[in-house]
């Protein structure tokens, strides 16, 4: 069973930084893709961020392209989202995600929120 447990939300003005944490634990962290994703009221969970097993490749949405930036410490089986520039449109729960195949494409979270483990959230408020 994979747990993925995020930390780092929190409340801040507008133009702030956060440093989401996701920490993983269960199975091999290394070998598998993984995400951010973001809900906010009354929408949709929406894509964020994504990055290869490896690290090698990242996905941006548009709107968080240049302002936010995934990595991933393999060796401490924890991914973050540092978020720089924050709007208030960036509030929601913001969600973690691994793909359950090894080697995965993390290009496939850009599409679909298929085929995912999840944690279980941490807020993000950004006041204007």
């Known amino acids: 069973q994979v747990q993925l447990v995020e930390s780092g939300g929190g409340l801040v003005q507008a133009g702030g930084s956060l440093r989401l944490s996701c920490a993983a634990s269960?199975?091999?962290?290394?070998?598998?893709?993984m995400g951010w994703f973001r809900q906010a009221p009354g929408k949709e969970r929406e894509f964020v961020a994504t990055i290869t097993w490896s690290g090698g490749n990242k996905y941006y949405a548009s709107s968080e392209k240049g302002r936010f930036t995934i990595s991933r410490d393999n060796a401490k089986n924890t991914m973050y989202l540092e978020m720089n520039s924050l709007k208030p449109e960036d509030t929601a729960v913001y969600y973690c995600?691994?793909?359950?195949?090894?080697?995965?494409?993390?290009?496939?979270?850009?599409?679909?929120?298929?085929?995912?483990?999840w944690g279980q959230g941490t807020q993000v408020t950004v006041s204007s």
């Open positions: 995600a691994a793909d359950r195949s090894m080697y995965g494409s993390s290009y496939r979270m850009t599409q679909t929120q298929d085929d995912l483990y």
């Open positions: 269960g199975r091999t962290f290394s070998v598998y893709s």
